[in-house]
């Protein structure tokens, strides 16, 4: 060993020396900075709307925010009725009614409603102008007379507030924003889920649910359902250590160290000001799993030496450092995306990683000096699976082979270059979701997805406006156009004079419904309904908008239009992250090589490190899985923490095939367990967690063909 190294190691031995000399020093020290950053999750928001996911720093979500103020941008829960078998009656249309009244009289958070029974249509009699309703007057009519909705099939709102079968009913109730914010900042949890328990019970017909503030709640439940995720990984971990090791111990101490470092990385989110989403949310299953490596190698140090298991720490306390050293840094290399929060979960995870290693080998340490009944954690006697690993640790496979399966980094280089890239919000939930099954049914019998705005400004020209909505109209992403001249020319009477029109149409901008389409500063709101979401063709379209209005005469905003520019920076961020997880884990391998004279071998133990990786992109893309904000950290987090065993191999023993020897079933312990852990996120609520679950639970085994096989393949044979 080099003697920068012999140096380093003998200053992390004396921290781990002060460290039980001065126990309860440390111990007190570690005890305050917890309850420091403890303090800190008393800050903590999460993210639940999909404005607030948004990285505020893109003119996308500019505009989204501007679109808001100039046309208001209140949360939604808008729920359809169902038609029953043989259509609607007059007593369940009367029911419809009474109940969306009822909900407006008990909740004054509701600031409007908008429903078909509020459709009117400007007639003249005589010298008189009035506005009678489209639909009669249904709880007037006998309970089973039978109600046709025929006649808002050729209204403006005929695939909006009902479908073009008209058997169905649309309702949309608008909400005030929460005053003051609280934990999910303006949503407010406890009124939505009044309206949806209360709907249910006064509307008792087939309902289905949506609204940004459905998606919203949806979102909610997840992130609190996260928490029985993080039981269950506790569960397995423990399980896994007392089979492992022998003894109950081991868990709870491992988590006393992943406890302090949530701690701290939360804690350090709330001070900061940073919002737990859908990503940062998975932080705690990742630091348990990325900090299994060095807890399991210190834990077979203590096995191999039962005697002397207070001198574990120190033996791996070097090697444990750079393997936290490399995840942390491959973490980092998140900090190139261009979406804010991958930044954050890549800074956040890089202290995490680091934090643990303080803890593992200061606080625990000193903890275990204060009271020594604690240790040791492992009882060899009783612990199993150590044949298994070493039967395959024994076999070496040709030499040609490991060579061949190098070839995973040429289909690794291409599937990087043609991933699938698609991401929506509504994407988070699974196919048998209720509100995924809702966006489905309207997608069908509604033939549009989602809505955005095309927003002119007071200074666009009815030259521009004209020229851009032809534009608009002739493109395949528009199912429908829904235009404030359009609804003016419906509600006025056919053939009417121009001083009735004009009366008409300002009396018609008196209503709150009206600043859906106009501002009070002179902008115009073209409201679209978009027949995908599909984040390439969402971007394509709000370019085109771009280049017809190049000195931002009108502009494209919604929250899906935000949501497709804010992740069209997700395979950037996996091609840059992996990039520089590759650069600094190859670099820091390559320099500990020289530091412990294997440098002649460094090629061989780089390659082998990326080969797991290597093998589940090309996996990804063979699968045709796609690429959204969750999946693109997969990557970086694989090849860092895959490095670790080549930076273990190399600190055992004079030759790479002692350290295999060595360290080999720590390893193979250590890759399974993680493997068992990741597969808890398939539990997930959310749907891209479960997908990251299973190729991170791949990736693991991948990493140790690739770290312990594949390596013994490429080394010369005499050199194994």
Known sequence: MSPVLSRFEKGLQAIIAYARQHSWRVIGVYVLLGLVFAGGLLQITQVVSIQDQLDPRMQSTQDLKKSKELFGGQSSLGFLVMAPAGGFTAGDLCTVKQGIHALRLRHPEITESISAFDLRRAQVTGDKLHYPTLLPDVCMLPASEKVSLSVLASTPWSHTLTGPATQDLAVNLSLAPLDPPGMFGTFNPGLVEKLLAETKELIPLDLKFTGTSAQEYFTMVGLLEQKWLNFLAIAVIILAFRVVFGSWRAGPLYFLTVGLSATVVYGGMGWAGHAVDPLSVCLFLILSVASLEDFVFVSYEMMSKPKEWMGSFAGVALPCFFTSLSAAAAFLSLTTSDVQSIQRFGMWAALGAMVEWSALFVLLPALLKAFPRLGPWVLPERARFQETPMRWLHKTPPRVFSFLALLFFVGAFYSVKNFRLTQSPAEMFPDDHPFQQTLQFIQKDRGWLAEAGLIFSAQASAELKAKVRQAVLRDSLVGRVETWDQLVSFVAPANASEPTTA??????????????????????????????????????????IIKLCPARECWLAGEFVGFADFSEGLISTLFESMLGSVFSVGLLVGLLGIGT???????????????????????????????????????????????????????????????????????????LIMSVVALTFVLSYFEPPRMLGYLLAGGFLCALLGDVWILKGLLPRGKK
């Open 503 to 544: 009366m008409v149409t300002r009396e018609m901008g008196m209503l709150d419904f009206s600043k859906r389409y106009q501002a009070s500063s002179g902008e115009v709101r073209d409201i679209l309904y978009l027949t995908t979401v599909d984040t390439s063709e969402l971007n394509r379209f709000r370019r085109e």
């Open 597 to 671: 004279g294997h440098l002649r071998y460094v090629p061989s133990l780089v390659l082998a490190s990326f080969w797991g990786p290597a093998v589940m992109l090309t996996a990804i893309f063979l699968c045709d899985i796609t690429i959204n904000f969750v999946t693109c950290i997969v990557a970086s987090t694989l090849i860092g923490l895959t490095g670790d065993n080549a930076i273990m191999f190399m600190f055992q023993g004079k030759s790479l095939t002692e350290g295999i020897e060595d360290k080999g079933i720590g390893s193979f312990q250590t890759a």
